[in-house]
């Protein structure tokens, strides 16, 4: 188990930037595929991006490639999620997660943050 901490969410508008952060507890950050989630009231959560344990292998959902990026520092038990020209249509509420599985469409984590909100105004 890792405890995951997110932070980095606000309100910003449409075509601005954000950067979210997710810092994780205990000595095995490195050995975690660490990826972001955003859910919207009475939708699924869907997954936004992932990332393999070396930060060499990096998946986007298409509705945010070219746009968002994922990346981790392991020294700093930490991985971020870049948000660039942010849409309305990217407000939801972000969460970090956490599993050693290797990410896969079906990949699904053992490990969750709280959640940080992120709103964007048109």
């Known amino acids: 188990q890792v405890e995951l901490v997110e932070s980095g969410g606000g309100l910003v508008q449409a075509g601005g930037s954000l950067r979210l952060s997710c810092t994780a507890s205990?000595?095995?950050?490195?050995?975690?595929?660490m990826g972001w989630f955003r859910q919207v009231p009475g939708k699924e959560r869907e997954v936004v991006a992932a990332?393999?344990?070396?930060?060499?292998?990096?998946y986007y959902a298409d509705s945010v490639k070219g746009r968002f990026t994922i990346s981790r520092d392991n020294a700093k038990n930490t991985v971020y999620l870049q948000m660039n020209s942010l849409k309305p249509e990217d407000t939801a509420v972000y969460f970090c997660?956490?599993?050693?599985?290797?990410?896969?469409?079906?990949?699904?984590?053992?490990?969750w943050g709280q959640g940080t909100q992120v709103t964007v105004s048109s």
């Open positions: 990332i393999n344990w070396s930060g060499g292998m990096t």
């Open positions: 997660a956490a599993d050693r599985m290797t990410y896969s469409s079906s990949w699904y984590p053992s490990n």
């Open positions: 205990g000595r095995t950050f490195s050995t975690y595929t």
